[in-house]
């Protein structure tokens, strides 16, 4: 992670400053070209979301569910693997990751459903109502995307990113890591902790794609650049769940 300037690992520190600016304007970047990629990879997100959460509403069996739930998570991580060094493949790479990660997250959000019932909108318009209020904020430049911020924020995400694997190698051995899953009130804040540091990613997003507009970098940097923005936002969002979850146990 401390390879990159942003703490998304899709929009790196030389993502743009590595590309020769186009000349013909009918093949550069454009901010509107990546908002409409943004709005496509949504649609394509919700509507693999949609089919997971109908399979699962359906049967009431996480196990019916589970071979999308496991592809679409495994099959978007590879996906994104691969978009980090071939971004010039994002206008069909992208696609396919918004539709892996919308039958990943459909599974997971019904399953979460079920257990606290209105766990998912409520995340889902906390995801939206932070993606709108940090708009705002970097456009009227209330905060000012400096070097030392983004360090902070890569510092912060890959410390967050190493403790989560950590986790995940103790888990296999029995051993449980504290504070990722724990509700209580040391656990609740590290998670929102984790969400601060995830809406702050977006940011910096914002900032790597306006650079990308300015230095005329290649159309299919839209793609990559609405890639960029989706990662986080996942991100955000199943963040967003734990917390609430954890909220939500304490009950």
């Known amino acids: 992670m401390a390879l990159f300037k942003s703490g998304n690992p899709a929009l790196g520190e030389n993502t743009f400053t590595r590309l020769a600016p186009v000349a013909d304007s009918d093949s550069v970047m454009t901010l509107q070209g990546t908002v ?17 959460w109908w399979l699962f509403d359906t049967t009431r069996d996480f196990a019916i569910v589970s ?8 099959g978007g991580l590879v996906v994104a693997l691969i978009l980090v060094f071939k971004h010039q493949w994002a206008p069909y790479l992208a696609v396919l990751y918004a539709g892996l990660e919308g039958l990943a997250l459909g599974g997971l959000s019904a399953l979460m459903d079920s257990i606290y019932p209105g766990i998912a909108i409520e995340a889902l318009l906390l995801t939206f109502g932070i993606l709108a209020v940090l708009l705002v904020v970097y456009t009227t430049r209330l905060i000012k995307v ?3 911020f983004k360090l902070m924020i890569v510092a912060a995400t890959g410390g967050i990113a190493l403790y989560y694997v950590l986790s995940i190698v103790l888990g296999l051995f029995g051993i449980a890591v504290p504070l990722i899953h724990d509700n209580s009130w040391l656990g609740i804040a590290f998670t929102l902790g984790v969400v601060i540091i995830a809406s702050l ?8 794609i306006e650079q990308g507009v300015e230095r ?3 159309k299919y940097m839209e793609w990559y650049g ?8 996942v991100w955000l969002y199943v963040e967003l769940l734990r917390l609430l979850s954890k909220l939500r146990s304490r009950d």
Do not use: H, K, Q, S
């Not at 071979?67 to 495994?74: D, E, N, R």
């Not at 990613?201 to 790597?208: M, P, T």
């Not at 609405?226 to 936002?233: D, K, R, S």
């Open 216 to 218: 005329r970098a290649p």
């Open 146 to 148: 400096t070097e030392n």
């Open 201 to 208: 990613n977006l940011v910096v997003d914002f900032d790597f």
């Open 36 to 52: 409409n990629r943004i709005a496509l990879l949504l649609a394509l997100v919700f509507a693999g979301a949609a089919f997971t």
């Open 67 to 74: 071979p999308f739930f496991y592809g679409g998570l495994i």
């Open 226 to 233: 609405a890639f960029g923005i989706l990662v986080t936002l």
